[in-house]
């Protein structure tokens, strides 16, 4: 069999949206409910990986769009063009990736805007990453979950647009939306991820949606408990999953039979099997399930609401 080389990020310039000049957030300790729209922008989707432009100190950047990343980090390059500084005292911290990790420094924006709004954090981490020089046109960096946690997000790849709401932090938080929607009670890991329980072949295990990922991926451990073990996976294609620190993992494409996440059951998917090492989830859901999809992430209510499929 050929193997398939599943990478996690692309880069292309897109323009961003500016809707409004003032971000509300919620005060620690009081209850929102209700959406309040604060700024949009433009996603562009190349080879199942959305792309999006911030500004960093008045200056453009290009970063993916990454829920499965737990913070925000640009490339040493980018902190040098645009003039990023060394903070007077700095928390070095590791970076988690799929496989290992990778030590970080850190750097303080004069200013942090998407869409015209700002964004909550002006320290941002910087790491050489993978992301940035895999493909032709080279990416800055990825927004990650220390940004978009603090929001409501309602991330739309068919409509190629990703909207900031104020975070609802009821119980009874819900998306601005009209259509028929699933709702998914989720759990914010010590990762930031918003993790969830789906079926697979009827088994429950831990999922979360990672929109750095362009293919969905499943452990050797969770396959290997539905019966899927190495001897079965010699018969699927071959893969080979890259991740932010330039790990490389090997694994296969097999076909699981079912699927359920939320209301919705997916037959004969594909999803990649590999030697994740996660501390919080089994199952990573990837790009190729939102691309026809519309999805929105309440981190304060923990809550994700799922749009049928178009």
């Not at 496989?99 to 709004?117: D, K, N, P, W, Y």
């Not at 990650?144 to 009821?170: E, H, N, W």
């Not at 914010?188 to 993790?195: A, F, I, V």
């Not at 059951?265 to 090492?277: A, C, H």
């Amino acid at each position: 069999m050929g193997r398939l080389s599943t990478r996690r990020w692309v880069s292309l310039a897109i323009v961003t949206i500016a809707l409004m000049s003032t971000t509300g957030y919620a005060a620690d300790g009081v209850v929102v409910c209700g959406t309040i729209r604060l700024g949009e922008t433009t996603v562009t989707t190349l080879q199942n990986a959305p792309i999006i432009t911030l500004f960093a100190n008045g200056a453009a950047v290009t970063l993916l769009l990454d829920t499965g990343a737990q913070t925000t980090v640009l490339a040493p390059d980018a902190a040098q063009r645009i003039g990023a500084r060394r903070p007077r005292v700095e928390f070095p911290r590791e970076m988690q990736g799929i496989a290992g990790s990778l030590r970080t420094s850190e750097v303080e924006l004069q200013s942090f805007t998407i869409g015209g709004m700002e964004m909550p954090w002006r320290r941002v981490r910087v790491a050489p990453l993978y992301v940035t020089g895999a493909f032709s046109v080279r990416l800055d960096g990825v927004l990650g979950a220390d940004m978009l946690s603090s929001f409501d997000v309602d991330i739309d790849l068919p409509g190629r647009r990703l909207v900031f709401y104020q975070k609802q932090t009821c119980a009874d938080a819900a998306p601005a939306w009209t259509a028929p929607y699933s709702r998914i009670s989720a759990r914010r890991s010590l990762d930031d991820h918003l993790c969830f329980a789906v079926q697979l072949e009827g088994r429950s295990i831990a999922a979360f949606i990672d929109t750095g990922a362009q293919f969905s991926v499943v452990s050797k451990r969770a396959a290997a408990a539905l019966g899927i073990t190495d001897p079965v996976l010699a018969h699927d294609p071959a893969m080979t999953v890259h991740g932010a620190a330039a790990e490389q993992l090997d694994g296969h494409v097999h076909r699981f039979s079912q699927l359920a996440i939320g209301t919705e059951i997916i037959r004969d998917r594909e999803i990649g099997v590999t030697d994740l090492r996660l501390s919080d989830a089994d199952l990573v859901v990837g790009v190729d399930f939102l691309q026809s999809r519309r999805v929105w992430m309440s981190y304060g209510s923990q809550k994700i609401f799922l749009s049928r499929r178009s």
